[in-house]
């Protein structure tokens, strides 16, 4: 045998054995992808996408679009430690909290969107809220639905004489439910406020930090409008940094209702042994829940725990008597930011 054809003899070898290897580790691959598509391992097909933009189009024929974003479900403490600064008793004691999966706005509900629908309904007075929501709702002491109006004319400017890339502002807590239900007619999916939990959950966004994101007040500037640099007015959405999980103004601008009637117990109402799962809050109430602080607010009213509730004066500005039940005149710090609920059985968002 020739020195070639020994060199020759050991390539071939070396190639079968490199070739034998590969056979073994694609057959390995394939077994391994068969056991994990058996076992139920999800699949991306399944799941709801990570963000949707919705569209609405105007009785002007305008479209007017926001982005709306999946919140992973999971677990989270809710509420602040003794030692947390400017901490009030009402934010605990602690609970473990377990969260489903739902989608939140990115942004605050904007002057335009708010608009729309203000002008649709002032206008049309129909049936939108003779729904089985509606209805639900107003058995469960929830929104005190009126069948046949929607808002009624706002006193004054619903501006405020602010651009329409500012939040909406000014709305009562039934003004928004409202919307929500408009919302929801227009397209289809089911829109609501987000609960005092699920809002709590987002603005955390998995961090550990009192403001989410951190825990030094130096550093909310990149994130929030708030009493040290907003000059005395709310702002247009989204012209601070997003929170991690790309939301928006979570921290301070305008105010934001959620769900839940408000109670300095709520939490202590909560069991202590495990997670509360999805908590909405309780039954009844006078008030409801405004998370997140405001243009105005100082640094510390920005937490995540923080907690605010409807005050007597924020009807200040309302001449009439009885005040309205729609409008929160002049108050320009309290808005609003829609959620929707993830539709289990489609996998979908609807
Ligand atoms: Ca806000």
């Not at 999946?70 to 934010?91: T, W």
């Not at 009624?152 to 619903?158: I, K, N």
């Not at 966004?205 to 403001?211: L, N, P, Q, R, T």
Request: net charge negative; proline share 7%; charged share 25%.
């Amino acid at each position: 045998m020739t020195s070639y054809e020994r060199w020759f003899n050991r390539v071939t070898a070396q190639c079968g054995l490199r070739l034998k290897h590969l056979v073994k580790y694609a057959a390995l691959l394939a077994v391994l992808a068969v056991t994990l598509r058996s076992s139920g391992a999800p699949s991306r097909a399944g799941r709801p996408p990570r963000e949707y933009t919705q569209t609405v189009e105007s009785e002007t024929g305008e479209k007017i679009s926001f982005k709306m974003v999946l919140i992973e479900g999971g677990e989270f403490v809710m509420g602040s430690p003794q030692n947390e600064p400017n901490r009030a008793d009402h934010e605990g004691p602690q609970r473990r909290v377990r969260i489903d999966p739902f989608y939140l706005c990115t942004t605050e509900t904007t002057l335009e969107l708010f608009l729309a629908y203000y002008q649709e309904t002032v206008s049309a007075k129909k049936e939108f809220i003779e729904t089985d929501t509606a209805e639900k709702e107003a058995q469960a002491g929830g929104a005190q639905v009126d069948a046949i109006t929607g808002p009624t004319p706002v006193y004054g400017d619903l501006t405020m004489g602010y651009e329409a890339t500012h939040p909406a502002m000014g709305a009562t807590w039934h003004n928004a439910m409202t919307f929500c239900r408009w919302l929801s007619k227009k397209t289809g999916r089911n829109y609501r406020l987000p609960t005092e939990a699920e809002w709590e959950y987002a603005c955390r966004a998995g961090g550990s930090g009192i403001f989410g994101l951190c825990s030094d007040p130096n550093r909310l500037t990149e994130y929030a409008w708030y009493d040290e640099n907003a000059d005395f007015e709310n702002h247009g959405v989204a012209e601070k940094k997003p929170n991690p999980w790309g939301l928006y103004d979570m921290l301070g601008n305008v105010r934001e209702w959620v769900y839940d009637f408000y109670s300095p117990d709520a939490y202590k109402n909560l069991p202590s042994d495990g997670p509360a799962v999805n908590p909405r809050g309780p039954e009844s109430g006078t008030v409801h829940v405004a998370r997140g602080g405001d243009y105005n607010s100082p640094a510390l009213a920005l937490r995540c725990a923080a907690r605010t509730f409807e005050e007597k004066w924020w009807r200040s500005g309302d001449p009439q008597i009885p005040k309205s039940k729609w409008w929160l005149p002049e108050m320009d710090f309290i808005g609003f930011r829609v959620a929707a609920s993830i539709d289990k059985s489609k996998g979908a968002d609807k």
